[in-house]
Every structure is written in structure tokens, then in C-alpha cells.
């Protein structure tokens, strides 16, 4: 009998040291196993505005669809629906901005996971980034969409140079700033106990790839590992805002025995 995977979900978001409010907007929707990470920018509260629409919208317009075509959905189906779906998002950002002076120049950084049948469809735009942990090798699943991260495509800077650059947040793209958006979809396989990270820049500025590992190899349960990595993030000066959402993958079980 075909085997699907439990995932267990865990979200945490904080304003970090720094900034008066936390312009990060995080959702779980455990039943259409879809993670959201989204990481608004803009003066006054409009980054936050834009990274709660583009989580309201996606939980509206995708959510619903999601859960109707069950985990076992074509890829391309799946695909297809998140782009729609980021798009709609987009669009109404990008008027909200153009209609409220005080909004103007808004947008948000995004990245969704939606879990289905050993598979996830990662979906990003900006700097937040999704990461796996199998078999305790820890990698990287999305690249940036960064000035710097296209110096370094280029080989006209190293990554270390790019780390230690002051220019770290120059987004080459982002939800609602343009009237149309490029979304970056990426579908991986997944194993039976598979750790993911979807996480905001305020995480990954402050904790290198080599840290994030070692917290992360430690088998506690994921509100403690969630716990530690923003602690650990304020704890290196909390600059930003952060976020980090983990999702695990269970032990398989048989259709029909639990998940649909």
C-alpha cells in the first residue's frame, strides 16, 4: 500500500531588540499543509501591512484549494494554484500601495511550503529562505533574490564577502513593488524524519548555515528548537525582526490510516 508522511508544524515569530514592531507575518494551515513566512518592508507600518495581506490572501485564495485536492495533487497542479494565487497577492499589494500615499513603496519578501505525498513545492521571492536537515546534513534549498547574491552568481564576490557586506538587503525582487512578480517554485522529495526551516532574514543575518545546523541536530521537540533559534538570534543583537517555522516529516503511515 502507497505511504504518505505525518508532518508536524511549528511557527514563532518576535519583534527581536531593535525594531518598535514586527513587520514579520508567519501562518500555518495544518490541513492543507501549507507553511507561510513573509517579511514586509516599507515606511511607518507598511511592511507589516503588506506581509499580512499577502498571508490573508494566500490563506484565502489557496488554503481552501489545497485542502479540496487532497495531499496527493499533482505537482503541477499545486504549481499552478500557488503562482495564481501569488499573483492575486501581488496585485493587491501593489494597488493598496498606489491608492494610500502612506503605503507607498510597500512590499514583502514571501515563501511558501506546501507538504503533499513525500513532496513539498517551495514557492519564494525576496531573502527569506527554506532550508532541510536529512540525515543530519544540513543545505539550503532557496537562493536569494539579492544584489549580492548575484554578485556572487557572478564570481565578482565571495559568499564571505556577501556575509559580511553592509548592503545585505537590496532585494532584486518582492511581492506587491512591481506590477508583476517572478515566483521561483522548486519541488523536492521528501524523507520520513526531514527537518525543514522556512525562515526570515532577521534569522539568518544573525546565525550563519554552520549554526543553524548544530541547533537544529538537536532532537528536541520543534517548540524548543523554535524557542532556541530566535533566542539565539536576539541573543547576536536581534537587528531585525525574526521568524523561523520548522515542519517535520512523521513516521509513514498507510493511506487512509490517518491523513487522507
Not at 12 to 32: I, K
Request: hydrophobic share 40%.
Amino acid at each position: 500500500m502507497p505511504l504518505s508522511l505525518d508532518y508536524e508544524f511549528c511557527a514563532r515569530t518576535d519583534v527581536g531588540r531593535v525594531r518598535s514592531n514586527n513587520e514579520d507575518s508567519v501562518a500555518v494551515s495544518q490541513d492543507a499543509r501549507m507553511v507561510i513566512v513573509a517579511d514586509g518592508m516599507g515606511g511607518y507600518n507598511a511592511g507589516e501591512v503588506a506581509s499580512v495581506m499577502a498571508v490573508q490572501i494566500l490563506n484565502r485564495e489557496l488554503r481552501n484549494r489545497l485542502v479540496a485536492a487532497g495531499a496527493g495533487a499533482d505537482a503541477a497542479l499545486v504549481r499552478d494554484m500557488l503562482t495564481t494565487s501569488v499573483d492575486r497577492a501581488n496585485s493587491a499589494i501593489y494597488q493598496a500601495a498606489r491608492a494610500h500615499a502612506h503605503y507607498a513603496g510597500m512590499g514583502t519578501t514571501l515563501i511558501v511550503g506546501l507538504f503533499g505525498d513525500r513532496r513539498v513545492v517551495i514557492g519564494h521571492i525576496g531573502d527569506s529562505r527554506a532550508y532541510l536537515l536529512r540525515g543530519g546534513i544540513f543545505s539550503r534549498l532557496t537562493r536569494d533574490h539579492t544584489w549580492l547574491q548575484e554578485q556572487v552568481d557572478k564570481g565578482e564576490m565571495t559568499p564571505l564577502e556577501a556575509q559580511r557586506s553592509g548592503m545585505r538587503s537590496l532585494l532584486t525582487r518582492a511581492v506587491g513593488v512591481d506590477p508583476h512578480v517572478r515566483l521561483e517554485v522548486n519541488e523536492f522529495p521528501v524523507e520520513t524524519g526531514d527537518l525543514f526551516l522556512f525562515c526570515s532574514d532577521g534569522l539568518t543575518d544573525s546565525i550563519d548555515d554552520a549554526e543553524l545546523a548544530v541547533l537544529l541536530r538537536d532532537p528536541s521537540p520543534l517548540p524548543t528548537l523554535t524557542e532556541r533559534l530566535v533566542q539565539q538570534a536576539n541573543a547576536l543583537g536581534g537587528r531585525d525582526n525574526v521568524s523561523a517555522l520548522l515542519v517535520r516529516a512523521g513516521a509513514a503511515a498507510p493511506r487512509g490510516a490517518g491523513h487522507p
